[in-house]
């Protein structure tokens, strides 16, 4: 073994051995969800000046079947204002440090500000199941949760992991087929398109497996499959992940068919800042989903509560009506469409650890109150200067109860690009109702579904 590598790997397991085992909440903290604070940990109460609302959530409504998100009873508001370049100072504070990037370097960039609308709804299970790992579920380190069944692991979060547990961990559906449309968009605005087509199991956050699935260092919460349909060059390409908890050989357990090779192989490069198959370098692996993957490489900070502007609500960018080329604008995204609300957000840093070396040196989370969802994150490379800035536009299934970040940007400062990711406006919605058989996220199974 390399001595450097021999080296991060001795100072990692001694990090990891001597870091404590975080407690769980007491029973008085636990006491407030479902009262002062939402079931699933947000603050139930609007701000003092009524920008922010009270929770009221959506009722579950239509059938359990694929469609786009829409809301009739928030998508006719209209813009309350407009943040530019010319007036960004006036809310400097409550933007990210991307957002402010964006706007110092383009005059055409813009967020469209709407009234705030806080409706996320969950299955009641989901609820139920959340208040009770508030006092049965810890974390050991940052990567070895357990005690955690069913619900958001840590609806009243100690530690800079346990939000980013939520994220990771949340009801999303018992599976999905998804279209993942990608773009990379050059300076002009001009874009190549990437079609995939990713097939998930969502097994820790299920209502229907029984007994349910202890969130727990080895064991896999979610089964994801992914094949590359276009452009030919990558077309057959597969990557298959058992994603689990865990530290080194306990965790996430991937596998990559390449056509050329026409065999699936072990890839333990499906890992942090390696590129993903088929950005060209314009999504490293744990930015898919916002964030995914383990959390060892990095030291991390619970910062606390702000009010931000995020993208919210924004059913009209991820709806049908809406192409991709209307969507692709040099050097952002077209500012007409995407939908921003003040809301609270949940604000956790990361910092490289040395011995564990990354591309990024900082990152900054920003993570919805009211669905642990990430949101935004701004990316600094090992210079401390702002490299990548990712945007989720957060949106809506109130069929499911499920809240997820449709599409997803990543701007990239140095080379003036951004790449698009989880696009499903000109392909199909996603699909709820797909059943798997046991042996489909099988390594052989996929071997023989692509060799064919």
């Not at 979060?157 to 993942?180: M, Q, V």
């Not at 609270?344 to 040395?354: F, H, M, S």
Request: hydrophobic letters at 35%.
């Amino acid at each position: 073994m390399d001595t450097a590598v021999l080296r991060a790997v001795i100072l990692t397991a001694a990090t990891l051995a001597a870091t404590p085992s975080w407690a769980k909440v007491s029973p008085e903290e636990a006491a407030q969800l479902g009262k002062n604070l939402t079931p699933i940990g947000a603050e139930r109460a609007g701000n003092a000046d009524g920008t922010i609302p009270e929770w009221k959530p959506a009722p579950q409504r239509g059938e359990i079947k694929p469609m786009f998100p829409s809301n009739p009873d928030i998508d006719g508001d209209k813009i309350l204002f407009t943040i530019t370049q010319a007036n960004m100072a006036q809310y400097a504070d409550k933007l990210s440090e991307g957002h402010k990037e964006l706007l110092r370097r383009y005059n055409t960039y813009k967020l469209n500000v709407y009234p705030s609308r806080r409706h996320a709804s969950f299955p009641e299970r989901i609820y139920e199941e959340t208040i009770k790992n508030a006092t049965r579920a810890s974390l050991n380190g940052v990567d070895n949760p357990s005690g955690a069944y069913i619900g958001f692991p840590f609806p009243i979060p100690k530690t800079g992991t346990e939000p980013l547990w939520n994220h990771r961990a949340k009801w999303r559906s018992e599976t999905i087929r998804r279209s993942n449309n990608q773009m990379i968009v050059q300076q002009d605005g001009k874009f190549t398109l990437t079609k995939i087509v990713e097939d998930v199991e969502f097994v820790y956050a299920s209502l229907k497996r029984n007994p349910p699935l202890e969130l727990k260092p080895g064991t896999t919460f979610i089964n994801y499959l992914s094949e590359t349909v276009a452009p030919p060059r990558i077309a057959g390409t597969y990557i298959l992940v058992h994603e689990k908890a865990g530290f080194g050989p306990e965790g996430r357990a991937a596998w990559l068919y390449a056509p050329a090779l026409k065999r699936i192989r072990r890839a333990p490069a499906v890992c942090c800042d390696n590129p993903y198959e088929g950005t060209d370098g314009h999504q490293f692996y744990d930015q898919v989903d916002m964030y995914n993957g383990v959390f060892e490489r990095f030291t991390w900070k619970l910062v606390g509560k702000k009010e931000m502007f995020i993208p919210v609500n924004g059913n009209k960018l991820a709806g049908p009506t809406v192409k991709y080329a209307d969507m692709a604008r040099p050097n952002h995204l077209n500012s007409d469409l995407p939908r921003y609300e003040l809301r609270r957000v949940w604000i956790v840093e990361a910092e490289n650890r040395p011995e564990l070396r990354h591309t990024f040196k900082f990152r900054r989370f920003y993570i919805d109150e009211d669905t642990w969802n990430t949101v935004m994150v701004d990316n600094y490379d090992q210079q401390g200067k702002l490299m990548q800035f990712q945007e989720g536009h957060l949106v809506s299934y109130q069929n499911l109860q499920v809240h997820t970040t449709i599409p997803e940007v990543i701007y990239h400062f140095n080379s003036g690009r951004y790449f698009v990711t989880a696009m499903i406006n000109e392909d199909q919605p996603y699909d709820p109702t797909v059943t798997y058989a046991s042996n489909f996220f099988d390594a052989n199974t996929v071997q023989s579904r692509a060799s064919k």
